[in-house]
């Protein structure tokens, strides 16, 4: 069975970076096709697509936030950070990953954490 | 980027009606788009992959259809608790994007 949960911290002051871990189980981040993704969701907006990265480390990220995102393997084999820097108000938002399989995009999710960026 | 343009961004039908969502993808996809279900408060869920592959539990009453650039989201006879807003998203070209969701309610 495949789980997802994130955690950080939910209040980010503005130029801050804001980080989240997903801590996942029931697979192996370096089994081949597998990615995580992530994907934010500002209160009463629609799904953004953030970035993935992928079992071989291959990394892919939004353009409008490529400048500020990174997504990097976790200390532990189990887990997957997503950093974005300098954040703004409009960075607000639930913070989900999720698990991608190639053929399937993504079809595991994890709860999400609401994130506020405010002073 | 590839747009996905999803309507109608509302909807307000009875139970026992027949539903349809469409997703069009601003250049061809193939068929790498997958429709979530997602309820207030909750994560979204995949209930249809590949635009016609039901997932593992999910009622017979939803289904999907299209390819290339033009996609169909079915809901045959609405229930209660199908009552949630729909998302696209095509998976076929980096980067992956969504479309901006439908919200269904009850007439």
């Known amino acids: 069975q495949i789980t997802l949960k994130e955690s950080g911290p939910t209040l980010v002051r503005p130029t801050q970076t804001l980080t989240v871990t997903c801590t996942f189980s029931g697979f192996s981040r370096t089994r081949s096709g597998v990615g995580v993704g992530w994907i934010r969701q500002p209160p009463g907006k629609a799904l953004e697509w953030l970035g993935l990265i992928y079992w071989d480390d291959d990394t892919h990220y939004s353009p409008s936030l490529e400048s500020r995102l990174t997504i990097t393997k976790g200390t532990s084999e189990n887990q997957v950070v997503l950093s974005l820097t300098n954040v703004d108000p409009v960075d607000t938002g639930t913070y989900y990953c999720?698990?991608?399989?190639?053929?399937?995009?993504?079809?595991?999710w994890g709860q999400g954490i609401l994130v506020s960026v405010s002073s | 980027d590839i747009q996905m343009t999803q309507s109608p961004s509302s909807l307000s039908a009875s139970v026992g009606d027949r539903i349809t969502i469409t997703c069009q993808a601003s250049?061809?996809?193939?068929?790498?788009i997958n429709w979530y279900q997602q309820k207030p408060g909750k994560a979204p869920q995949l209930l249809i992959n590949g635009a016609s592959k039901l997932e593992t539990g999910v009622p017979s009453r939803f289904s999907g259809s299209g390819f290339g650039t033009s996609f169909t989201f079915t809901i045959n006879s609405l229930q209660p608790e199908d009552i949630a807003t729909y998302f696209c998203q095509q998976y076929d070209i980096l980067p992956y994007s969504f479309g901006q969701g439908t919200k269904l309610e009850l007439k």
């Open positions: 999720a698990h991608q399989l190639g053929m399937k995009g993504l079809d595991f």
């Open positions: 250049q061809e996809i193939r068929d790498f």
